[in-house]
């Protein structure tokens, strides 16, 4: 039986990736299927597997990253009596198992180098062998695996074999991530909303309009997972509550604080280098915009001789204009400096910038969210001409 409706969502993004999944699922092609953790990339092999002439038989699925790489081949391909410490009777594999049926193989980027030779010769041939045996075995298993790495880069590091990668992706399914997904979003949170009521015996008293709003806006890093978790956990803990925007922030609040604890420091230090230069390009444009208004007014509104500043210093346009404003209402005139403490900061974060690359150009850039161009023009006006350039000096 025919079983559509296991991929929810009636986005574009998901329409087409119904459209392809149904083709490839007539056929008994190797498909390799590409997407974020959480997306939804398990639901995908198992409507894969429902929608083909395999659907009566077994589907089994293997978490590749799950289980240690010392008894993965074991697990895989099964061992003899005696093979190894432990191994106290013989025992049939995941690919025996799934003979004329469906193997997912989750993860496979986490498979390791020496297991690889074997599960490449497995695709080409159907044959393996137990560990602790010399006997081939045939299995007619369709393979489906799936990655949430950049395979790519995997090869180029020799992390995964190249060849069994083109053997692995006869056919690359992306799966967009939740926050391409639209409206989406509602369908699915209204879906677990059902599914918990059911299995909680709890009634949802519903979002409120500004809580659907966040629901859209939320980036879900964590993805169809993420959300599926976040509804069961409101439905407990906010019991027949209706969820306003203040509830569901404290949620989201609580689990990214959790994240932040298990972060990736690289990307962490990236994430903060963005922060700060995106705010200070912020700043300098709201700094120019301030500079623009006050000209303006400096221009169509006559100024006291008295409270002109004094010509003889050297001060920027943007000190001019704001000491007869400041003077007036009997403040001190701001610090000549506070134009130049803006491109110190700039200049000071640049350099950080360079020295955490070790001078690449190229993902210095990336870390500052700027282009390479720009980079380079910010390095010749700063005279940042080496990667460890001091930066208490001044600009």
């Known amino acids: 039986m025919k079983r559509e409706s296991t991929i929810i969502g009636q986005s574009v993004l998901i329409s087409q990736l119904k459209q392809l999944a149904l083709q490839v699922a007539g056929t008994d092609i190797t498909v390799l299927i590409i997407g974020e953790t959480g997306s939804g990339k398990d639901v995908l092999a198992r409507f894969i597997h429902a929608n083909s002439l395999r659907a009566d038989r077994s589907f089994i699925p293997v978490n590749c990253g799950a289980i240690p790489s010392g008894i993965l081949e074991s697990e895989l391909f099964g061992h003899e009596k005696g093979a190894f410490t432990g191994a106290v009777q013989s025992r049939k594999g995941y690919f025996e198992s799934a003979d004329r049926g469906t193997i997912f193989l989750d993860e496979i980027g986490e498979m390791p180098l020496e297991t690889q030779v074997k599960f490449l010769r497995v695709i080409e041939t159907g044959e393996f062998q137990r560990v602790g045996s010399s006997e081939s075995i045939y299995s007619d298993a369709r393979i489906i695996a799936a990655t949430n790495k950049n395979m790519y880069q995997a090869v180029a590091e020799k992390n995964f074999r190249e060849d069994l990668f083109y053997r692995l992706r006869s ?60 509804i069961e956990s409101l439905l407990v803990l906010e019991k027949e509550k209706y969820i306003t925007p203040e509830i569901l922030e404290r949620h989201l609040v609580q689990r990214n604080r959790y994240k932040s604890l298990v972060h990736d420091p690289a990307r962490s230090e990236k994430n903060e280098l963005q922060i700060i230069y995106s705010s200070i390009i912020q700043l300098r444009q709201e700094v120019s915009d301030i500079r623009q208004l006050l000209q303006h007014l400096v221009q169509t509104r006559p100024i006291t001789p008295l409270l002109l500043p004094d010509t003889s210093a050297s001060v920027s346009p943007f000190t001019t204009a704001l000491r007869p404003s400041f003077e007036e209402n009997g403040d001190p005139a701001p610090a000549k400096e506070t134009l130049h403490s803006l491109d110190q900061i700039e200049r000071k974060s640049i350099a950080e910038a360079l020295d955490a690359c070790q001078g690449n150009k190229r993902k210095t850039a990336l870390a500052l969210g700027i282009t390479e161009r720009t980079l380079y023009r910010k390095i010749k006006a700063y005279g940042l001409h080496e990667p460890h350039d001091s930066i208490e000096k001044n600009p």
């Open 171 to 230: 056919v690359e399914i992306q799966i967009p991530p939740l926050r391409e997904r639209g409206r989406d979003i509602l369908l699915l949170a209204e879906t677990f909303v059902h599914e918990f009521e059911q299995k909680h015996k709890i009634l949802f008293a519903g979002f409120s309009p500004d809580a659907v709003e966040m629901l859209m806006r939320y980036p879900w890093p964590g993805n169809i997972r993420e959300l599926r978790n976040l």
